[in-house]
């Protein structure tokens, strides 16, 4: 039964500073609140800073989690309010139909695979062998592309991104014909970080962009596939959580 | 998007509140195991309204198949597994399914003393329910609901609904419309939480994004309901064409001063049942 959790973080503690500069740091508190097997379970997590003196963590685990050591280091403990709330999620699978509606967000990791990388990095040197038999995973870099990349890949998660509502042009101002309409989702959010791993002194690079739209179900199945095992590659690192909300003023 | 076709314009709707202590749609349960759709069904509610006009269960339903159904959820409610057994009251092993030469049921063997059954209902739960069609028809069913020929039921007979049923008078437009202005009937417990969280994530209170299905003959989901018989030995089902949508509907509570503040994006929203 998954559960998806929200924990308010204070962004002045400095513990708290800590888990907002790194992924890293945010990737071993969430995995510290699963009890059993923290290394066994796909733990998905995403942090939504709408706010940013309030940030928000959110967190989808299979298994129930305790948030207290998050809240402890990096909350407010003694202050009034949620410190953080944990919602059974299996509700909102059940109300997964076809054609229906729903607001939602994503943060991912576009990528595209490459066997023929250009540039002189040290990785790019390495042989099939040393990555494990698969060729080079290159980050989606520029906003277009970022879209892009969500865009084609929608109809295999089990959703469609309608076309924005538009208001018909003035009389006698017609627009091209070869327009093609935008889809209903935009980019809020895009950033890197640079992720240095024990032992390593080459920092890995992450790639990332929040989306933002509408969604109508197409397949309920591969929906509830994709939005508990997460979308696209990093998602260690606060990608590939697909959280659903009402479409509100729609 | 999907546009509405406005296919039952000019015909009275009857608006029902569907809501009660429990409820139970089963749409494809047998057997020990009985679901409930997490919303009435066109079989449950045609029943209701069968039962009301005071049809008994082999009569001909034709005139009732030509309704058209819409669901508002106002109230999601919560599940509740019903834990059941089943044994025989002189203390005998049960019957399995084969039969002996005499066509009578052999016992189980290792003896067998109780069967396990589930049976599912939502409990807490507030739909409104929008039904249109011919005017006569309509008129004598919202008549007939006042003064029920037979007991009325959420979905199975032990699931008695609490009053109001029928919320007054008969509509005019289309059932999307006569959905999304019909004020919402969530339970007081409810609205009081839904105004204390709006005030707490700061989002407005006035109006409540509520989750909608109707007919639709170019809806893109399929729901297999549609009674042809409701006679004990000879039930039959159809399927018809839906559609799910989002209403916003009034809730009565004050719109905040600033009346262009969109509501962040919140994924517990859902997660309220």
Redesign the interface.
């Known amino acids: 039964m998954p559960f998806l959790s929200r924990i308010r973080i204070n962004p002045l503690r400095a513990a708290s500073q800590k888990l907002l500069a790194n992924p890293r740091a945010i990737h071993g508190a969430v995995q510290g609140g699963i009890a059993d097997r923290p290394t066994d379970e796909r733990v998905l997590w995403r942090l939504d800073s709408d706010n940013p003196h309030r940030p928000m963590l959110f967190v989808l685990s299979p298994s129930r989690p305790d948030w207290t050591h998050i809240v402890e280091q990096a909350g407010w403990p003694d202050a009034d309010g949620e410190h953080s709330a944990i919602a059974d999620y299996t509700p909102l699978l059940a109300q997964l139909a076809i054609g229906k509606e729903f607001a939602f967000r994503l943060t991912a990791s576009p990528v595209q695979n490459s066997s023929k990388p250009t540039g002189d990095s040290e990785h790019r040197k390495k042989t099939p062998k040393e990555l494990h038999q698969r060729s080079y995973r290159l980050p989606q870099r520029t906003a277009a592309h970022q879209l892009d990349w969500l865009l084609q890949r929608t109809t295999r998660w089990g959703f469609d991104i309608p076309h924005a509502r538009t208001d018909p042009a003035a009389p006698g101002l017609a627009l091209p014909e070869q327009l093609t309409p935008a889809h209903d989702v935009r980019i809020i959010d895009r950033s890197r970080h640079n992720i240095t791993k024990p032992g390593s002194k080459t920092a890995a690079t992450l790639t990332t962009a929040t989306f933002e739209g509408f969604m109508r179900v197409t397949d309920p199945r591969l929906l509830e596939t994709a939005m508990l095992n997460g979308i696209g590659p990093s998602k260690a690192y606060g990608c590939g959580l697909l959280t659903l909300a009402p479409p509100a003023g729609r | ?2 546009t509405y076709h406005p296919t039952s314009g000019g015909e009275p709707v009857l608006v029902l509140r569907l809501a009660g202590v429990l409820q139970s749609w089963g749409d494809r349960s047998a057997f020990n195991r009985r679901e409930t759709r ?1 919303e009435p069904t066109k079989s449950g509610v045609i029943g209701l309204l069968a039962a009301a006009a005071g049809l008994p269960r082999e009569a001909d339903l034709t005139d009732l198949l030509g309704l058209r159904l819409g669901i508002r959820v106002d109230q ?1 409610g919560t ?1 509740l597994r019903d834990y059941h057994t089943v044994s025989d009251y002189r203390g005998r092993p049960l019957p399995q399914t084969g039969v002996s030469a005499k066509g009578v049921q052999k016992l189980t063997s290792p003896a067998k003393d109780t069967h396990v059954t589930h049976r599912f209902y939502l409990q807490d739960a507030v739909f409104l329910a929008a039904i249109s069609g011919p005017r006569p028809l309509i008129e004598g069913l919202a008549d007939a609901v006042l003064r029920p020929a037979f007991p009325l039921a959420l979905g199975r007979r032990s699931c008695v609904p609490s009053q109001p049923i029928a919320l007054g008078g008969l509509r005019e437009g289309t059932l999307l419309d006569v959905l999304a202005t019909e004020p919402w009937q969530a339970g007081e417990a409810h609205r009081d939480a839904y105004w204390r969280t709006a005030k ?1 994530t700061n989002t407005r209170a006035d109006h409540v ?1 509520l ?1 909608a299905t109707i007919d639709d003959d170019n ?3 399929v729901a297999h309901d549609v009674p042809l018989s409701f006679a004990p030995r000879e039930r039959r089902f159809t399927s018809r064409r839906i ?4 209403l ?1 509907v009034p809730t009565g509570f004050p719109a905040p001063d600033d009346a262009t503040a ?12």
């Open positions: 998007m999907t997490p999601a599940l707490r994004d989750s809806g893109d989901d559609r799910h949508t989002w916003s969109a509501p962040a994006h919140d994924p517990f929203a859902l997660l309220g049942w």
